[in-house]
């Protein structure tokens, strides 16, 4: 995303949001590296939830979080 992703709106409304909320961190770092949250099942389930940042400050909803986490099913011995 490099310099591109400072010009998007959402990017500012993500940094305003962190912002009133309180949000305080070193902010070191590469700073250009998008995240993302992987659930992943046991044995052969697979990927039971991806999210990738889009840009920066995406926010996974955690709901779906605990939804996939729940379908976890424990590996027969």
Known sequence: MMMSG???FGVW???????RSGYSGNLEG????????YVIGAGTQ?????HREKEFGDKVSL????????KIKPQAS
């Open 30 to 37: 590469e700073g250009f590296t998008l995240g993302g949250v």
């Open 6 to 8: 400072f010009f998007r």
């Open 63 to 70: 709901p779906s979080v605990l939804e996939a986490a729940e």
């Open 46 to 50: 697979g990927v039971l939830l991806e």
């Open 13 to 19: 409304q993500n940094f305003f949001r962190a912002w």
